[in-house]
C-alpha cells in the first residue's frame, strides 16, 4: 500500500494552488508533509480523497484512484477537518454512520473509541466536544477501517502537550505496524521525532522529498560557533578561508570549515579561546533554509 | 494508553486485513445498501431532525382531528341516495308521471321556464322586509333562473330516488341536455324555451330529441339502461339546483347563495304506447322533507311543475351538503413545511460544516451519496405520512361524523390515493428540498426556495389567490400534487365552488402528482451534475 502523487496541478481561479506536485508515501514509515501556509498540502490531501479534481496529474492509491475504492475507509483513513461535524450527534452516532457506509459493524466503533481515549464521552455530543478532542474523535474516524494508510492535515493543532505525545507515540506506532503514515504540519518542529521521511511543499510543487537523515546533510553547512576575546582572530580565520560573522557579544559564527581545522588555525596564530562548538543544523533550520525562496516570493507577489 | 489496534479485534472481513490488496469486487447494490444504512444512522442520530418530522406530522394530526365543524347529520337524516353505478347521488326532482309499459315516447313543448334565486346580499337591503337569506329556509328572494335548472322529459325505473333515468331537458344557461343515471351528462343545442322535447323507449334504449319548432328534430342522444323494467315511470319534471353566486375578488373568493326554484311550463303533450293509467300523479322525490316547494299543475293543456333540488352526483361543499374526507386533510401543509426544513437541512448541514467531505470519503461516488439520501429520505418521509394519513383520515373522519358532519363515503381505492398520495406528497417534496439544498448548499436559502417553491403555492391558493391565478400556481408548482388529496370528482353539470380548500384541485390527481415528481427529478438531476462538477 502506497500513495503516489504526480505533477499534480490545480488552479482556483487565478490562485494556481499546485503546480506539478509529486511525491510517494510509503508503507511503514511516518512521511511529514511541510510547508507554509498555501503551499498546497490541503489541497494536495483533498485531490488524494477525490474531494477536489486536479487540473491534470494523478493521485493514486495502491495504483488506483481512491475514487474506485469499494471501502475506501479500509484502504486510506484520513482527517482533514476535526471541526467537520454535526454538532447534535453523539461521538459514537458519528462514527457509527461512517461505519455503516463501509459495512463496518458497531463493535469496531467501540474500538477505535476506545483506542482514541473517547469511551467515557462516546455519548455525548460532539458539539461539545474541545479542539482537542475533536482531533480524537477524528483519530477515531480515520481508525475505523483499520486501514494500511493514513493521512491526516495538521493533527497536532489545539492538542495539549499530553496530546501531543499521545499523537506522536500513536503516529510512531502505526509506521511500526507497516502502515503508510502521511502527515502535514507547517511547523517543521512537530515533525522532528515522528516523521522519517520529509516532504516539504512550496508554491505548489515539492521542494524536497528525502528522509530526514538526508535533509539534515544536505542543508549542513558546517557551523561553527568561537567564544574568544581575541580581536585578531577573526582576520585569522578568514585567512584560513572560512566566513566568519560577529554578534554583538563578540560571539563569532563561523562557517566553510570544519571545527577541527578552525581549533588548528586558532592555535597556529596563538589565539586564546574559551569555547569552539560544532552546531548541528535543526530540521527547523533546514526548513527554513529550502522554503525561504517559497515565502519571500509570496511576499513579493503579495505587495 | 495502548496506541496500537490489534487487527483481530477489529472484526473486518479477510479483504481489508491484508494491505494493499484489492478488495474483491462487491455487487454495486451492495454498495448501496451500505451507504443507505449509513445515511438512516445519520438520519435517526439527530435529535432535533426527528423531533422536527414527528412534531410537524403530529401537528398535522391534531388539526385533523381538532375540527371546529359542526353539523347536524346523522347517519339517517344526511344519507344520500345510491345511484345505479353504486355512487352517492343526489335525487330530488318534481315529477308529473304515470307508468308506460313496453316501448312508447313522449312528445312535449317547454313552453317557459320561471324560478326564482336567492337575493344578491349586495342589493338585500333594498328588498325591504325579505329579512336575511337562510340557506335552508324556503327559497325567496328574486327571479331569475339558476344556470343548471332543468325542466323537462324523464323515463325513471320508479319513484325511488337513486333509480335509473334518462332524461332530456331545458337548463337555465346550459342549453338543451340530455342525461342520465346521474353522471352522464350530453349537450344538445344551446336553445332554450320554448323548445320541443321527446323521449323515446325502445326496449332498455332511450332517445332523446329536441326541435325548435315540433317538426324538425334533432337526436340529442341514445342511452342504454340495463335491467330496465316493462313498466317505467315517465312525464315532466322540475328541478333547480342550490345556487351559488362567486365573487371572484382581487383577494379571494367570496360566495353567498341558496336554494332556488323553478317552474316549467308544459304544452303540446303527445302520447304514443301503452299508457295505461290516463292521468297524471305529482310526487316530490328526494330532497329534504321538511322543505318542500314543489307544485304541480296537471290539468292540460298546459301543465306547470315547480321543483327544487337536482338530479345529479352528490357533491360535498356549497352545492351539496358535508365534507369529503379531503378535508381531514387540512394539517398536511404543516407536516409539508416540516419535511421541506428537513429536506434541505440534512443537506445543507453537510455543507456549512464540512462534513461532506467526510462523506464523499467514506463514499466518493456522489451520484450514489445523493441517491441514498433521496431514498432514505423519501422513504422515512412517506412512512411517517403514510402513518399520520391514515391516522387522520380515519380518526378524523369518525370525529367529524360524532359532531353531526356528513362525511362522503369514498371507495376503498380513492382512500388508498388520498393516504398514499398524501404520504408520496411528502416524501418527494422532502427529495425536493434535499436536492435544493444540494444546488444552494446554505440552510436559509434552501429552506426559503423550499417553502416559497412547494408550501407557498398552496397555502396561496387557500387564501389570497382566486379562480384562475389559484388553479394556475396549482397546476404549474410543486403544490399540484396536493390533487392527490382530491377524493371526489369535480363534475361540470354540477355547479360548485371547486377549489382547493374545499378539495378539488385543476389538475387530476396523477397529473398533478406528474408535476412534483418532474420538479423532483429535474432538481436531483442538477443536483446530482452539481455535486460531481464541484469540489468538496
Known sequence: MNITVDSLRKRFGRTVALDGMSFAVEPGQVTGFVGPNGAGKSTTMRVILGLDRADSGSALVSGRPYRSLDRPLCQVGSLLDAGALQPGRTARNHLLWLAHSQGLPGSRVDAVLEQAGLTAVARRRAGGFSLGMRQRLGIAAAMLGDPPAVMLDEPFNGMDPEGIIWMRGFLRSLAAEGRAVLLSSHLMSELEGVADHVVVAGRGRTIADASIGRLLADTTRGRVVVRTADPAAKPALTEAGATVTEDSSGTLTVTGLPAEAVVTALNRSGIAFSEVAARRTSLEEAYLELTRDAVEFRAEEAR | ?536
Open chain 2, 1 to 536: 494508553m495502548s496506541t496500537s489496534f490489534p487487527r483481530e479485534a477489529a472484526g473486518l472481513s479477510p479483504d481489508s486485513a491484508t494491505h494493499g490488496q484489492t478488495p474483491p469486487p462487491v455487487s454495486a447494490l451492495r454498495t448501496f445498501g451500505r451507504l443507505m444504512r449509513a445515511e438512516w444512522t445519520k438520519l435517526r442520530t439527530v435529535r432535533g431532525w426527528m423531533a422536527a418530522l414527528l412534531g410537524g406530522v403530529a401537528a398535522m394530526i391534531a388539526l385533523g382531528l381538532m375540527t371546529g365543524a359542526q353539523g347536524s347529520c346523522t347517519p339517517q337524516r344526511c344519507a344520500q341516495p345510491t345511484g345505479p353505478d353504486g355512487q352517492e347521488v343526489t335525487d330530488a326532482f318534481s315529477f308529473a308521471h304515470q307508468p308506460l309499459t313496453g316501448d312508447g315516447s313522449i312528445t312535449v313543448r317547454v313552453a317557459e321556464m320561471d324560478g326564482l334565486i336567492p337575493a344578491d346580499p349586495g342589493t338585500e337591503a333594498e328588498d325591504a322586509g325579505q329579512g336575511p337569506q337562510r340557506a335552508d329556509g324556503p327559497p325567496s328572494g328574486m327571479p331569475g333562473l339558476a344556470p343548471w335548472a332543468k325542466t323537462g322529459l324523464m323515463i325513471k325505473d320508479g319513484t325511488r330516488p337513486g333509480a335509473a333515468y334518462a332524461a332530456i331537458m331545458t337548463t337555465g344557461s346550459h342549453g338543451v341536455r340530455m342525461q342520465h343515471n346521474f353522471t352522464h351528462d350530453r349537450a344538445g343545442t344551446s336553445g332554450n324555451a320554448p323548445r320541443w322535447l321527446r323521449l323515446t323507449r325502445t326496449g332498455e334504449l332511450i332517445v332523446g330529441e329536441e326541435s325548435a319548432d315540433g317538426h324538425a328534430w334533432t337526436k340529442v342522444g341514445e342511452v342504454r339502461l340495463n335491467g330496465l323494467p316493462a313498466t317505467v315511470q315517465a312525464g315532466m319534471f322540475a328541478t333547480s339546483p342550490q345556487y351559488s353566486r362567486v365573487d371572484d375578488g382581487l383577494i379571494g373568493t367570496a360566495a353567498s347563495g341558496g336554494p332556488s326554484q323553478v317552474t316549467g311550463a308544459f304544452d303540446h303533450l303527445e302520447l304514443e304506447g301503452d299508457w295505461p293509467a290516463a292521468a297524471w300523479t305529482g310526487t316530490k322525490i328526494g330532497g329534504p322533507i321538511d322543505r318542500d316547494v314543489s307544485g304541480f299543475g296537471l290539468t292540460g293543456p298546459v301543465f306547470r311543475v315547480t321543483g327544487s333540488g337536482d338530479v345529479a352526483p352528490a357533491t360535498a361543499g356549497l352545492a351539496g351538503i358535508g365534507v369529503t374526507i379531503t378535508q381531514t386533510l387540512v394539517g398536511t401543509f404543516v407536516a409539508l413545511i416540516a419535511v421541506v426544513v428537513l429536506g434541505a437541512v440534512v443537506m445543507t448541514a453537510e455543507f456549512r460544516r464540512g462534513l461532506v467531505r467526510t462523506t464523499l470519503a467514506a463514499a466518493p461516488r456522489r451520484g450514489r451519496v445523493l441517491a441514498a439520501k433521496a431514498v432514505v429520505l423519501g422513504g422515512v418521509t412517506f412512512l411517517v405520512g403514510l402513518v399520520a394519513a391514515v391516522l387522520v383520515v380515519e380518526i378524523g373522519g369518525r370525529v367529524m361524523v360524532s359532531r353531526g358532519v356528513y362525511v362522503h363515503p369514498v371507495t376503498t381505492g380513492i382512500r388508498t390515493q388520498v393516504v398514499v398520495g398524501t404520504a408520496a406528497l411528502l416524501a418527494f417534496s422532502a427529495v425536493l428540498a434535499m436536492a435544493l439544498g444540494t444546488v444552494l448548499r446554505r440552510s436559509l436559502t434552501a429552506v426559503t426556495t423550499g417553502i416559497v417553491l412547494i408550501v407557498l403555492p398552496y397555502l396561496l391558493s387557500l387564501t389570497a389567490l382566486s379562480g384562475e391565478a389559484a388553479d394556475w400556481v396549482l397546476r404549474v408548482t410543486p403544490a399540484a400534487a396536493f390533487a392527490l388529496q382530491q377524493s371526489r370528482p369535480a363534475y361540470p353539470q354540477v355547479d360548485n365552488l371547486y377549489t382547493a380548500a374545499l378539495g378539488y384541485f385543476p389538475l387530476p390527481p396523477w397529473g398533478g402528482f406528474s408535476v412534483l415528481v418532474a420538479w423532483t427529478t429535474a432538481a436531483l438531476v442538477v443536483a446530482a451534475v452539481a455535486l460531481r462538477r464541484r469540489d468538496a
